[in-house]
């Protein structure tokens, strides 16, 4: 940092770090986990079930499923989804590597696409190419908060009978042609960790409209344990009886955490205003930077960003994504970059995976970089941004 900072033998854009992400949190929310805190439940209490009920709705789903985080919650998906030994499973490779782990934690097998080379979504052409005999379902990942093409990856599921579990940790709030997303997919997950549009610290949720499904989740969540007679093989124990129907987990959340996730779903229409409002200023202001390519958002798609890339076209500057990385940082800007594609990871080699699999990925993934983007972020926070870009650009730009 200090060697890129000579660079330049002036004060920084900024005189303190701006992050890529952050939570926002309030004294509403905190009264809110205060308020839980000295109440009689800590854990399986109301408010678990108040946070579903309220979810469910912002989506327009009939079933929500709370659990711990949103790996999770894709964990939960595929167990629902009878994910076993043998079976492929199609995904994105741009994405956090928890969208195919959740495969592997079932003994599946993680098939990558490639992406669209303008929205970086998993391109639906080619999921077909890749289905056979042993494919039993498909997880799409809204990357960056923009919905997939819901209706072309349905209407393949539908023609192979497979199940879409939906990844959209990064797009609770967005909208398909005017749909929520979560109530369009057989199973959509989202997450709550502190850097999404809501947060409960760590959390996850998968909603469905089915009920066979929300009965898998629910029993999956709590060690395969239930309570429920319906499904007991000796019903006549007594009223303290519950049975291990199957292999689950503990994947339960707590009450506090539900509460600082129905205080945020109070503010998630703000936090999406402003968001948006982030994004617009943005793609004015770099839109016309040579050097630099913006992500296409989709009409069908009324994204609730979480992520704002931006592509280098590197062939014009003198150096490499990983210096302008570094002098961007010396700027006291916190970028970052989403993501290295799942398949790269040495354990994913081992695994047998080769590289040049999903070749739009990797050229993404060699020039892409992320600008911070939350709602606390004032304008004056985002020019920062844009100011350092446009200096650390210009210093490295080729004659």
């Known amino acids: 940092m200090n060697d890129t900072l000579a660079i330049y033998g002036g004060k920084p854009v900024r005189d303190s770090y701006l992050p890529y992400g952050r939570q926002c949190i309030d004294d509403e929310d905190i009264k809110a ?28 789903a009939k079933y929500a499923v709370a659990v711990s985080n949103g790996t999770a919650a894709l964990h939960a998906a595929c167990y629902a989804a009878c994910i076993k030994e043998g079976d492929e499973v199609i995904t994105s490779p741009m994405t956090f590597a928890a969208s195919a782990n959740c495969i592997l934690y079932c003994k599946g097998k993680p098939i990558f696409v490639d992406i669209d080379p303008y929205t970086y979504n998993i391109d639906p052409k080619e999921i077909e190419k890749k289905i056979t005999s042993n494919t039993k379902a498909i997880i799409p990942v809204d990357f960056t908060g923009q919905s997939v093409d819901l209706d072309a990856i349905t209407k393949i599921a539908k023609k192979y009978n497979l199940l879409v579990i939906e990844d959209g940790a990064h797009s609770i709030g967005t909208k398909y042609k005017e749909v929520p997303v979560g109530s369009i997919s057989d199973m959509t997950i989202f997450s709550f960790h502190p850097v999404k549009t809501i947060t409960t610290g760590e959390g996850g949720i998968i909603t469905t409209n089915s009920k066979e499904l929300y009965e898998r989740l629910m029993l999956f969540r709590t060690h395969g344990i239930s309570k429920d007679t319906q499904f007991m093989v000796n019903k006549e124990e007594g009223p303290w009886y519950y049975e291990q129907l199957d292999l689950g987990y503990n994947y339960r959340i707590t009450d506090f955490q539900c509460a600082l996730g129905i205080s945020q779903l109070n503010k998630i229409d703000k936090f999406i205003k402003r968001r948006k409002e ?29 992520l704002y890339i931006i592509k280098l076209e590197l062939e014009k500057f003198k ?17 970052n970059v989403h993501y290295l594609p799942v398949y790269l990871h040495p354990y994913y080699q081992k695994l047998g995976y080769k590289k040049n699999l999903c070749k739009i990925a990797e050229d993404l993934y060699k020039s892409m970089i992320t600008l911070p983007l939350y709602p606390i972020m004032s304008d004056d926070d985002l020019y920062d941004v844009v100011n350092a870009i446009k200096k650390v650009l210009k210093y490295y730009k080729k004659d």
């Not at 150096?319 to 970028?335: M, Q, S, T, Y």
Request: hydrophobic letters at 40%; aromatic letters at 6%; proline letters at 1%.
């Open 278 to 306: 982030l994004v617009n200023i943005y793609n004015e202001e770099l839109r016309n930077i040579d050097g630099i390519i913006i992500q296409k958002e989709e009409k069908f798609s009324d994204t609730s960003r979480h």
């Open 319 to 335: 150096v490499g994504r990983k210096e302008i990385f570094d002098a961007l940082h010396a700027e006291n800007i916190g970028v």
């Open 33 to 60: 986990v205060t308020n839980v805190l000295q109440s009689d439940y800590l854990t399986t209490g109301p408010i678990v079930n108040e946070f579903e009920e309220k979810v469910a709705k912002l989506v327009g």
